[in-house]
């Protein structure tokens, strides 16, 4: 079993910065991609950034150029700084991880989501 526990999140003025943190723990013989989605009220879950494990990002379009994916593989943990806040980043993050596990299976793991609300 493996475990995803966010941190990070919280309430902050537009403009402003948050670094979310994401570890995973358990049964991983390695972790290959992780990624940060986010939900908002009525909207459907989206990728805001992914890491492969040779650190390649990708981010989406509304992030790009404010929020930056990292890794620290000996940790198994996954920041997302984000910048320059917009109240429509205001979401529910998801961080997400594609695990290798000690049986030999590749599974996709969630967080339970850590909620960003940012004001105007």
């Known amino acids: 079993q493996v475990q995803l526990v966010e941190s990070g999140g919280g309430l902050v003025q537009a403009g402003g910065s948050l670094r979310l943190s994401c570890a995973a723990s358990?049964?991983?013989?390695?972790?290959?991609?992780m990624g940060w989605y986010r939900q908002a009220p009525g909207k459907q879950r989206e990728l805001v950034a992914g890491?492969?494990?040779?650190?390649?990002?990708n981010y989406a379009d509304s992030v790009k150029g404010r929020s930056t994916i990292s890794r620290d593989n000996a940790k198994n943990t996954v920041y997302l700084q984000m910048n320059s806040l917009k109240p429509e980043d205001t979401a529910v993050y998801f961080c997400?991880?594609?695990?290798?596990?000690?049986?030999?299976?590749?599974?996709?793991?969630w967080g339970q989501g850590t909620q960003v609300t940012v004001s105007s």
């Open positions: 890491i492969t494990s040779g650190s390649n990002t």
């Open positions: 358990g049964s991983i013989f390695g972790i290959n991609a």
């Open positions: 997400n991880a594609v695990v290798s596990v000690e049986s030999g299976y590749v599974m996709n793991y």
